[in-house]
């Protein structure tokens, strides 16, 4: 991965000036330390997971196999689900700060913020807060008039602090993978962004172990790179790099024929009584699809927990959704899609990032998905399961979309040719691979660098 290699020192310093906030941690100095303290990284971030890692493993033996935190009055019982790697930061030499994924034996979700102090090999934790429970702060961090990151209440935040920029936001985005040890031929298929009305898309450089062809979804029309591959490609890394100008979205125009066509079911978002009766006792009463659009949104809100726990959640399948009611953004937009066209609302998916609004470079926290529905001749942008996390922004989410995201592709069931062994893409943000026809996990970093806003204004659609 040379162009990973390439950018992170800047990453590791930038990364150290913020905190862990929305689905994309954002990384944070101690209320201490001044943002304008001379600062010359002394250690890699491996030796803060090998930290952060050393530490939860010692206070679990110590906990009889859990991990505990006091919290509101009670001890929370954890055990580890994942490091965010991709956060770790080293803030001046011997300071340092790690956040983590944990889960509770009840299934609860939380993630945790934790400053170190040491060396590599003899590092101890000076601090540990509970930030989040299944996707909701209980803080964001800001910069106050003496330049120190401090807590701040969420109800105090900004929009830009829970992670919303309106007008318009430029970046340059580095989406990078590396292959894993490949024991056969592979096949590869990549997301490429396009431009449309709301984004301006700069292809700046692809680089892959092979020579790329570009195929055409004809389901929806995306761009998708198309990689064939054999053991030799093994651990090499792919990287694309785009120069991005996106404005805000709200409600625009669409043609009602093209609409009529988001009626039809997908393959993890079938027509089904279940969902239907689910829809129709949300809408009692109301009439206009808008109102009623209004009405499923705010029943997903209330009937779901971002929660990414048991089996099949993260895969955008309605019908687990309905049933379990939690999930992630993938499975609380296949809940509302399939509630709205169970109504005759047209509805559709679209993937990608989206990008911190209160740091300008870094990394985010994968990738991020989002839906639209058709309404009196519009199409309405909606965000639930970020309204879920900050309820401050939930008018918002109900026909906007921020300015800072990137849109990968869109739609459900991506047809192309060559396709997948196991037939149409669920959906594509992340490399899908296959080696001798099985799928197998790409690992995928996502990294980004505001710039000036040198693209022409995209005028929205009205």
Request: hydrophobic share 40%.
């Amino acid at each position: 991965m040379a162009g990973f290699q390439r950018y992170w020192p800047m990453v590791a310093i930038s990364l150290g000036l913020l905190g862990c906030a929305r689905e994309q941690p954002n990384i944070a100095k101690p209320a201490s330390v001044a943002t304008n303290e001379p600062y010359v990284p002394t250690i890699v971030t491996a030796d803060i997971q090998a930290g952060i890692e050393k530490h939860i493993a010692e206070e679990v033996a110590a906990g009889a196999g859990y991990f505990t935190v006091p919290f509101e009055g009670k001890e929370l019982k954890l055990k580890l689900v994942r490091v965010h790697v991709e956060y770790l930061a080293s803030l001046a030499p011997q300071r340092h700060f790690a956040c983590v994924d944990m889960v509770s034996a009840d299934g609860q979700f939380y993630d945790i913020d934790f400053f170190l102090h040491g060396d590599p090999g003899a590092m101890t934790v000076t601090e540990t807060t509970v930030h989040k429970l299944n996707g909701q702060p209980y803080y964001v961090w800001k910069q106050n008039a003496d330049k120190l990151w401090v807590r701040a209440p969420v109800e105090d935040a900004s929009k830009e602090l829970l992670g919303v920029l309106t007008g318009h936001d430029a970046f340059e985005f580095r989406y990078q993978a590396t292959l894993p040890k490949l024991d056969g031929p592979a096949r590869c298929w990549i997301p490429l962004a396009q431009s449309d009305d709301f984004q301006k898309i700069a292809v700046k450089s692809v680089n892959t172990p092979v020579p790329a062809k570009t195929l055409t979804d004809s389901a929806h029309g995306n761009k998708v790179l198309f990689l064939e591959l054999g053991p030799e490609h093994s651990g090499q890394a792919i990287e694309i790099v785009y120069d991005v100008f996106r404005v805000e979205k709200g409600a625009y125009a669409g043609d009602p024929q093209d609409a009529v066509k988001h009626l039809q079911p997908e393959h993890l978002v079938p027509a089904d009584e279940k969902v239907r009766t689910a829809a129709e006792k949300a809408v009692a009463g109301l009439e206009g699809d808008l109102m009623r659009a209004r009405a499923l949104y705010d029943h997903v809100i209330d009937g779901m927990l971002y929660q990414k726990c048991g089996d099949g959640w993260g895969q955008g399948d309605a019908m687990r959704a309905c049933d379990a009611l939690s999930g992630n953004c993938t499975d609380y937009h296949a809940y509302f899609i399939g509630l709205a066209r169970a109504l005759g609302i047209p509805a559709r998916f679209a993937i990608g990032a989206a990008i911190p609004s209160e740091r300008d470079e870094g990394g985010t926290d994968g990738y991020h998905c989002w839906a639209e529905f058709y309404a009196d001749g519009k199409w309405w942008p909606v965000d639930i399961s970020e309204a879920d996390k900050f309820s401050a922004l939930s008018m918002y989410y109900f026909g906007h979309h921020p300015a800072n995201r990137i849109e990968f592709s869109r739609g459900r069931d991506l047809a192309l040719d060559p396709g997948p062994a196991a037939g149409p893409i669920n959906f594509l943000a992340y490399p899908y691979l296959e080696v001798d026809g099985q799928p197998r996990r790409v690992g995928t970093l996502f990294l980004f660098r505001r710039t000036s806003c040198c693209a022409a204004a995209i005028p929205a659609k009205s």
